[in-house]
């Protein structure tokens, strides 16, 4: 019986190890919910583990890291790439408080301290970028009449409460803002893998989603050289008893 626990302890690490090394890819679209009209936005994600899916040049907008972390070769193992679109209130419905057209803020909770990297990349629409190519089945698209909008700051607090991520599209006039249109990529790179988390954009309204973001695995899993070491001294201390 011994024998057959220990072997499938270790048909258990190897599946583990395996699922650990495998390439991923993930794209999606989260819907965020207005907790007061009942509307829907939306937001285009992709995570990989592949690497960068676009270099950093003179497109990206650093507000936490820089190039070098952004890159592979700078310990980033994740990269996430976001892009926020405002649908709802583009109508001239009378109930609805002109306000409530403009995404003001948009928001994410994630494991601030595993990040290396975070700001925008300007001039990307993730669903006609052959860098992204973020189109996938069943998701909400239209035809923006403007060009994606740049934040006009992003914040990160590593070890923040919730939400510890927050992207603001909109100054004192607000003439700059995000209005019927989608937001520039907001990215980060990461050690951490991804887990879905609380995450909301606002104006004079909320609009609650979640999101995958890095986050701190509950469990934490050894690297695949010290679980030989471990299966290695497991095995020999089955020996040595079954000596005894």
């Not at 220990?6 to 993930?26: L, N, P, T, Y």
Request: charged share 15%; hydrophobic share 40%.
């Amino acid at each position: 019986m011994r024998k057959y626990l220990f072997g499938f302890a270790i048909a258990a690490v190897v599946f583990s190890v395996h699922s650990i090394s495998m390439a991923v890819m993930v794209k999606g679209e989260a819907e965020y919910i207005s907790t007061a009209y009942g509307r829907s936005n939306y937001v285009d994600y992709i995570y990989t583990n592949e690497g960068p899916l676009v270099n950093a040049d003179s497109s990206f907008q650093f507000f936490y890291g820089n190039a070098d972390a952004y890159n592979q070769n700078g310990g980033s193992e994740w990269w996430y790439y976001y892009q926020v679109e405002n649908f709802s209130y583009t109508s001239d419905d009378p109930n609805v408080p002109s306000l409530l057209h403009i995404v003001q803020a948009f928001s994410f909770q994630l494991a601030g301290g595993l990040v290396l990297s975070m700001g925008y990349i300007a001039g990307h629409d993730m669903d006609s970028s052959l860098s992204f190519d973020h189109n996938i089945m069943g998701e909400h698209e239209k035809s923006w009449d403007d060009s994606a909008v740049n934040p006009v700051k992003c914040v990160l607090t590593p070890g923040g409460i919730a939400p510890n991520v927050s992207t603001d599209f909109h100054d004192a006039t607000y003439d700059h803002r995000l209005c019927d249109d989608q937001s520039a990529v907001i990215f980060v790179s990461s050690v951490a893998p991804p887990a879905f988390r609380y995450s909301f954009m606002q104006n004079n309204d909320r609009f609650i989603g979640f999101l995958p973001t890095p986050t701190m695995p509950e469990i934490a899993i050894p690297e695949p050289s010290s679980l030989i070491m471990m299966l290695s001294a497991g095995s020999c201390l089955l020996m040595f008893k079954r000596k005894k």
